[in-house]
């Protein structure tokens, strides 16, 4: 009976060692993506309490969900389909994910009438743009762009992790970034007209007076 | 005639509007042969697209560039206390399903309850023991724990035996070079699901293979880290190969030989490339 009792405690302290390794490996493969995980989070929500609770529960349901993480895929791929959801229930909840997205060609009237639209005078445009006016442009994107613009231009995956990511095929990845891009891009333009007109009225009235 | 250049314009128009769709695909280089044939044909006679395509790459650049923000001490706290609060309340036998050691255990918990003898049991500790000790070692002997090691080993094995691959780029110099060391060909690979490219080397009587490895992929697994930051580089053996981790200026390589074939550190010369 005594040997029993001790046989049990036994295997129960050889079942914690193989716990507790479980936590550590856990541990050890998703601590060095949590600041990461809080940038892509953080781009997509203007509250820093907001980004920290998707990164939480993302580390929470991989916790729950790790013996799905094989070696075949990155740990941050995998993170990042997992706060992909976290952020896509999150904001089906407050119901802003039905949102209508406009497609903007190249044709688009505001990407040709515009000074700064033709690639030099963009890039000397996109120089003097500051960080905070860029993230601005990309928070205000339509979620399916604002996404996927942000995980390959800032975080640099490339497509087949995108559509493992998304759930996506590869080729809504290229029209969806192209789409995206060129959304984005027309939000710069139409930002630095606005900017340069309050600036050329200014100088006007400067000139009046 | 007329109807003729009509048709032919708004074909024209129609692919205009599709491909317009693919040229993140052309700014990134993720299009096959036939879909980049296409766009090039169109941007040489489309301005529009080729301005767009400009501003995606000018996109790109400029995004590349933007600081990542980092989570605050207090945040980090708040994230490990949950945690913790989460994975002192799970219980380990709910992993029994997946995870072989818990189903092990198990059926020799089984085997305890028939027996009803204190010294069966006894010895069924003992074997438990020694399977459990034994086990990881005779997984290491195979392969390695460290995804980025099995994928280069794994990687040698296949072509151990086979034709190795024709040259995939015109590069001629390896990234880490010894004496006695000629490149024979390179290729392309994945190295724990990232990029990798591989150098196939003679080195005396024996085929070496370089694994070009990026940072994040190098620095993953804490082991190697610990080992690159005490001794400049991290070694192992398994399967009778050899296999040594050096970490380059912002990439890391993977040296993958026959036992005692991969030449001494000190004599291993890193070339620019």
């Known amino acids: 009976m005594i040997n029993a009792a001790l046989y049990g405690s036994r295997i129960y302290l050889l079942e914690m060692v193989l716990f507790s390794t479980k936590q550590k490996r856990f541990h050890c493969l998703t601590n060095p993506w949590r600041d990461r995980l809080y940038g892509v989070a953080l781009r997509q929500t203007n509250t820093n309490e907001v980004a920290e609770d998707w990164v939480q529960e993302t580390l929470l349901r991989g916790w729950r969900n790790f013996d799905q993480l094989s070696e075949d895929i990155a740990v941050y791929a995998w993170l990042l389909k997992i706060l992909n959801r976290v952020i896509a229930d999150d904001l089906r909840k407050i119901q802003r994910r039905n949102q209508l997205a406009p497609v903007v060609t190249v044709d688009d009237h505001d990407l040709i009438k515009h000074s700064c639209s033709a690639p030099e005078p963009f890039e000397r445009a996109l120089q003097v743009q500051l960080n905070e006016e860029i993230n601005t442009a990309i928070m205000n994107l339509p979620e399916e762009f604002q996404r996927i613009v942000i995980l390959r231009d800032i975080e640099g995956l490339n497509y087949n992790e995108l559509a493992y990511i998304l759930d996506i095929p590869k080729g809504t990845v290229m029209s969806r970034l192209s789409r995206g891009r060129r959304l984005l891009a027309s939000a710069l333009i139409k930002f630095r007209n606005e900017d340069d007109s309050v600036l050329t009225k200014k100088n006007s009235g400067a000139e009046q007076s | ?273």
């Open chain 2, 1 to 273: 005639m007329k109807q003729a250049y009509e048709s032919d314009s708004e074909k024209w128009n129609v692919l205009h509007v599709q491909l317009q769709d693919m040229l993140a695909g052309y700014a990134d280089d993720e299009l096959d042969k036939e879909q980049l044939s296409l766009v090039e044909a169109h941007l040489a006679g489309c301005e529009l697209c080729r301005n767009d395509l400009a501003r995606q790459q000018l996109i790109t650049q400029r995004l590349n560039m933007m600081p990542s923000p980092r989570l605050s001490t207090d945040a980090q706290q708040d994230i490990d206390r949950s945690l913790s609060a989460v994975l002192s309340n799970s219980t380990p036998r709910k992993q029994n399903k997946i995870d072989p050691y818990y189903s092990l255990m198990n059926k020799i918990k089984l085997s305890f309850s028939l027996s009803k003898t204190i010294s069966a049991a006894g010895w069924a500790i003992a074997c438990v023991l020694a399977l459990v000790i034994m086990l990881p070692t005779a997984i290491q002997e195979k392969t390695s724990p460290i995804p980025m090691i099995a994928d280069a080993l794994s990687e040698y094995h296949k072509h151990e035996n086979n034709v190795l691959p024709v040259a995939g780029t015109d590069t001629n110099k390896a990234p880490v070079s010894w004496p006695n060391a000629r490149l024979l060909t390179t290729w392309e690979t994945t190295i724990a699901g990232e990029p990798a490219h591989v150098y196939a080397l003679r080195s005396g009587r024996n085929i070496v293979f370089q694994y070009h490895v990026n940072e994040t992929v190098f620095f993953r697994n804490p082991v190697v880290r610990k080992a690159i930051a005490e001794t400049g580089n991290y070694k192992t053996q398994a399967n009778k190969l050899d296999v040594i981790a050096m970490p380059l200026a912002d990439t890391g390589i993977l040296i993958v030989g026959p036992a005692d074939s991969l030449p001494a550190s000190e004599k291993i010369l890193i070339e620019s490339i």
